[in-house]
């Protein structure tokens, strides 16, 4: 098996968190936030992963099981809430809907 | 120390950790959403890969299944059924006042700092000296953890009862402007 050190592993997701949380700061449109929240929560995963792999435990995975039922409930509740975004201001610009 | 150690998973790793970056960096700074959900696709298979390589099968089928599969199909469906393709010139310049970011922004980087230096400090060992079978998870997650289960069942059902309420609430003329 492979020999990477789990600071790689750890960085790997530390990255996409960074880049998650930067399309949740800079973009307006409310489809890039929503992605962007499931791209952080997938990079909390990952880290979960990779701990898990580090101690060679089931737990992490678990954990990552859960990350990705509260990620399904999360998008699943949020499209709804950008349709009816949708239907009531007929935008998805967050500054246009915030007025 | 072993003259030659080309392993084919660490190659492995380190590419799709590579895909993984560049493809999640174009979904956002993508304007179509519909080429942002594709890159976000391809970010999610690369991470899924990358869990293959370090010996976690079950957690990598699951992301192709669940965050490839159940979850960008939904992404996918909103996006076609809004048809959201015009983006306005947005007023990102007026609203990133550099009063507005610069204490947050600052905060952040600080604790990104404190990440960077954790992860520096010393070596913790490696990933993935071996594989945590299906069998272990499945144990796990049906024994000690089941209470979990039972939340997240739960959180799905409470899930899915809010989405459809907000989708049954009677329809205003969605504008096409």
């Known amino acids: ?99 | 120390m072993p003259v030659i150690d080309w392993e084919p998973m660490e190659t492995v790793f380190y590419l799709s950790s590579a895909i993984a970056l560049v493809s999640t960096a174009m979904v956002i700074s993508r304007i179509h959403a519909m080429h942002a959900a594709l890159y976000l696709i391809v970010s999610l298979l690369a991470a899924a890969v990358v869990m293959f390589s370090v010996g976690a099968p079950f957690t990598g089928a699951l992301e192709i299944i669940v965050y490839a599969g159940a979850i960008m199909v939904l992404m996918v469906f909103v996006i076609m059924l809004l048809n959201v393709n015009r983006e306005k010139k947005n007023p990102e310049r007026k609203w990133l006042r550099p009063t507005a970011w610069l204490g947050p922004g600052m905060l952040s980087f600080l604790l990104l700092g404190l990440l960077g230096l954790l992860l520096t400090e010393k070596h913790s060992g490696n990933v993935g000296q071996g594989e945590v079978e299906v069998k272990q998870v499945a144990a796990s997650i049906f024994g000690i953890y089941l209470i979990g289960v039972e939340l997240a069942s739960m959180l799905l059902m409470a899930g899915v009862v809010g989405a459809f309420h907000l989708g049954l609430k009677k329809r205003e003329p969605i504008s096409t402007e």
């Not at chain 1, 098996?1 to 998650?20: I, K, N, Q």
């Not at chain 1, 950008?82 to 967050?94: A, E, P, W």
Request: no cysteine; glycine share 10%.
């Open chain 1, 1 to 99: 098996m492979s020999s990477v050190p789990l600071e790689h592993g750890l960085w790997l997701s530390a990255g996409l968190f960074v880049l998650g949380f930067l399309g949740v700061m800079i973009r307006r449109n409310m489809i890039f936030v929503i992605m962007s929240l499931e791209i952080m929560l997938h990079a909390a995963g990952l880290a979960f992963v990779m701990a898990s792999m580090r101690w060679q435990q089931p737990d992490g995975q678990v954990m990552f099981v859960f990350v990705l039922a509260v990620a399904a409930a999360e998008a699943a509740v949020a499209l709804a809430l950008l349709m009816r975004l949708f239907g009531r201001s007929g935008s998805l610009d967050t500054d246009t809907v915030g007025k």
